[in-house]
């Protein structure tokens, strides 16, 4: 009935280089170091002697407490991340992020690539929110060249990067509820997701990856016909959210499970650097489009929005809240955008002076920031890139002792963190 | 030989038969419904190419796992990682035995048919507990012990609740309560208080959502099946279906009048015929409620694990209690 599984002799017990010198020398072989189950509280330790001191803290068991390994291959660690966790019981005691799992290398192929193609590196990084990615190049290349992009570019970019945020912030309901059982909110985020990647799609070209920002403008312009398109997605956008909200916001388990739960005050999210939405559901106002303004957000009317809860709840709320702002940004920047070209006149190759940049865009998951330093060649000498979901990964180990396993889950997706973003 | 005791076994033979076979379309079905009922309700089309409306596709599932390998990880328990799908399929497949179809047709037609059936389905916890113990993997121990917590905790409001029912009904006979309803009318209207605490332990007690703390796919991976394919994997998949049916179809028969029709002329009929008309009224209320099910689970997220416990404990059991007491109190005091 069941046959026999080929065992790697380098696993196998009684064929190991131990044993096979046991073997040789007559000994017998080495005695079980326990019962039938020793070590199993252990499995998953590192195979090196631990390099720091929180490792070796992390690593080290207490009485009954034994690691758990979430990830990389885990259904709901939002791509390839991977948690240990050590459990006593159900409780969390300590939670050990490891990271790397998709790294690309993307800052290093950046550096190699020319000004104009760095926009079709970025975009892959963080993929729910690609355009963000391009933009924050784009301006810190537009500063290093010393050039400004003609306004309707700039309107249509805010267009863009807000339609963006709407279908980021869509999908982040559907994976907070997915991540605690729900199975429904995340068909409908995506449904929510389709219709905004097929408007994005009919103005740069393709749905996932757009490749869409240049430097000095945009590589398309917006016609009648995706106007036209986006007035009919704008009268029905909120049909998939409200009914996400109607399962979600006020189902009682959804709430038991979420108020209270990982609460992150406003000085803790400021000192472990959390930006973004999760920042300013601990009610703190920072929002780069209104603290450091770039693009034509000085120019438009918004408020920052913040909760008071800090805690799951709230990171979901603000995230809905959210939502329906950029829902209004849109309107408004509809309604001002003016006429004219959408790209600057730029050589075909770009050789900026000798000189650094530095800009930040507010991205759907916090302060994504770009620094490039140009040394008067074809492609930047360094090429650096903040990503906000890996900076918002470092309060899982604060917040999460204490708590149950399911709860790391719901935890986890109130940070809503793409691993492409966090791996680089 | 003795011609009745042939033709007992001859009997028992055929209704076990037809029972264990019984537990496959059952399963097929059940899953069938789950996938094109959540697919609808979540906006797609959900399984549309095997077959007519997709109409066999969790029968090609079903082949599916015969066809797959059977692995078995390499420090298991071999015996107890073998015996624990049996387990959990058996606690299925038996507790068919005292379902009320419809009139004539029960396989177990005895008198502690109750006591009987919570006894059988409550085996299953075991067979989850071997498992979760034997595959040699955290995520199956730790789904396991959940199991194990979740499914004694809520059998004590559930058989709590049906207290209530054998109390009014008089016996602890499944057809004796459905034919006590012809003459009262429904359960439901006598016990709503446990039938409503009866339908929330059954959810914990069948793993469904959202008490699904056993699986609890985005913590556990698949808890205690987690090492389990093949086959092994497909008896688990199947005793989980096969129990949501079961489940339904014992509330059918204790609160809403089994096979009796919702209206009085008639509400059952003698005969053949009598036993058909009671089939579909047993298979329309429970498939209902097998649909119920299915709602809920596109509907809500999963509770968590302490919030399970603590409402089996402080709620439930507590409820349950008083319904107990203030039946038995009226049934003392009102001489029914």
């Not at chain 1, 537009?142 to 999908?171: C, D, M, Q, T």
């Not at chain 1, 959210?241 to 038991?256: A, L, Q, S, V, W």
């Amino acid at each position: 009935m069941t046959s026999e599984v080929r065992i790697p002799d380098s696993l196998h017990p009684e064929r190991t280089e131990e044993a096979r010198l046991r073997a040789a020398a007559g000994l017998a072989p080495a005695p079980a170091t326990g019962g039938e189950y020793a070590g199993f509280e252990s499995v998953g330790l590192p195979d090196r002697p631990p390099q720091t001191e929180r490792e070796r803290e992390v690593y080290t068991l207490g009485e009954g407490e034994m690691l758990f390994n979430m990830g990389p291959q885990h259904p709901s660690t939002h791509g390839v991340m991977r948690l240990v966790v050590k459990v006593r019981g159900e409780v969390v005691v300590d939670i050990d992020p490891v990271l790397g799992y998709l790294h690309r290398g993307i800052e290093k192929l950046c550096e190699n690539a020319t000004y104009t193609t760095v926009m079709t590196y970025v975009d892959p990084m963080d993929y729910l929110s690609a355009m963000h990615n391009e933009h924050a190049p784009a301006i810190a290349f537009e500063k290093l060249y010393g050039i400004k992009a003609p306004k309707r570019a700039e309107y249509i970019r805010a267009l863009v990067v807000e339609l963006n945020r709407v279908f980021s912030h869509g999908l982040m309901m559907g994976f907070q509820a997915l991540d605690m059982g729900g199975l429904t909110p995340i068909l409908y985020g995506f449904i929510n997701r389709d219709e905004v990647v097929e408007l994005l799609s009919a103005i740069s070209g393709q749905r996932m990856l757009f490749n869409f920002f240049r430097v000095g403008g945009v590589n398309f312009d917006a016609n009648d016909e995706f106007f036209s398109r986006l007035g009919t997605w704008r009268a029905g956008v909120l049909k998939t959210i409200e009914m996400n909200e109607r399962i979600m916001t006020d189902n009682e388990i959804f709430r038991g499970r979420t108020i209270g739960m990982g609460v992150l005050s406003g000085p803790e999210a400021i000192a472990l650097g959390v930006t973004g939405p999760s920042l300013r559901a601990s009610g703190v106002p920072f929002d780069v489009r209104k603290a450091h303004p770039y693009s034509i957000y000085p120019e438009l009317e918004f408020d920052v929005i913040t909760q008071t809860g800090g805690d799951v709840y709230s990171r979901y709320l603000q995230r809905v809240a959210e939502l329906k702002q950029s829902i209004h940004l849109i309107d408004q920047i509809v309604d001002k955008m003016p006429h004219g070209p959408v790209q600057a006149q730029v050589p075909g190759i770009i050789r900026p002076k000798p000189g650094r940049a530095y800009a930040a865009v507010e991205s759907p998951r916090g302060l994504y920031s770009v620094y490039a330093i140009s040394d008067g060649g074809p492609n930047p000498y360094r090429f650096r890139m903040r990503d906000p979901s890996f900076v918002s990964l470092q309060a899982m180990p604060k917040l999460m002792p204490g708590r149950l396993i399911a709860d790391t889950m719901a935890v986890m997706a109130s940070f809503d963190p793409v691993m492409g973003g966090v791996d680089k | 030989m003795d011609l009745d005791l042939l033709l007992g076994v001859g009997r028992f033979l055929l209704a076990t038969t037809l029972l264990l076979l019984l537990t496959v379309p059952t399963a097929f079905v059940v899953i069938q419904m789950e996938l094109k009922v959540i697919a609808q309700m979540q906006l797609r089309y959900g399984p549309n190419r095997i077959g007519p409306w997709g109409m066999f596709q969790s029968t090609i599932h079903g082949f599916k796992f015969l066809a797959k390998e059977d692995h078995m990880p390499d420090q298991a328990d071999r015996t107890t990682f073998t015996l624990a799908p049996w387990m959990v399929y058996m606690a299925a497949a038996m507790s068919m035995l005292v379902i009320p179809w419809a009139p004539g047709a029960i396989a177990a037609d005895f008198n502690i048919g109750i006591v009987y059936f919570f006894a059988i389905i409550g085996l299953s916890v075991v067979g989850m507990l071997v498992a979760g113990w034997a595959s040699y993997n955290k995520y199956s121990l730790l789904g396991g012990l959940r199991s194990a917590a979740q499914m004694v905790s809520y059998e004590i409001p559930l058989t709590l609740s049906v207290v209530g029912v054998v109390v009014l009904g008089g016996s602890l006979n499944f057809r004796e309560v459905i034919e006590w309803q012809l003459d009262h009318g429904w359960m439901l209207l006598w016990q709503p208080v446990g039938w409503g605490i009866f339908y929330i332990a059954s959810l914990a007690e069948i793993n469904r959502t959202p008490f699904d703390m056993v699986e609890a796919d985005s913590e556990l991976v698949a808890g205690p099946f987690t090492e389990y394919s093949g086959m092994r994997f497909g008896f688990f998949f199947f005793a989980e279906y096969v129990a949501l049916f079961i489940m339904s179809g014992i509330m059918v028969a204790l609160f809403f009048g089994g096979w009796l029709a919702p209206w009085p002329f008639p509400a059952q009929l003698e005969g053949f015929g009598g036993t058909l008309y009671g089939l579909f009224w047993f298979f329309l209320k429970s498939y209902l409620f097998v649909f119920v099910a299915v709602w809920l689970r596109a509907t809500l997220p999963r509770v968590r694990v302490d919030q399970l416990m603590g409402m089996a404990w402080k709620v439930l059991l507590p409820l349950a209690m008083l319904n107990l007491i203030a039946t038995a109190g009226v049934v003392v005091w009102l001489k029914l």
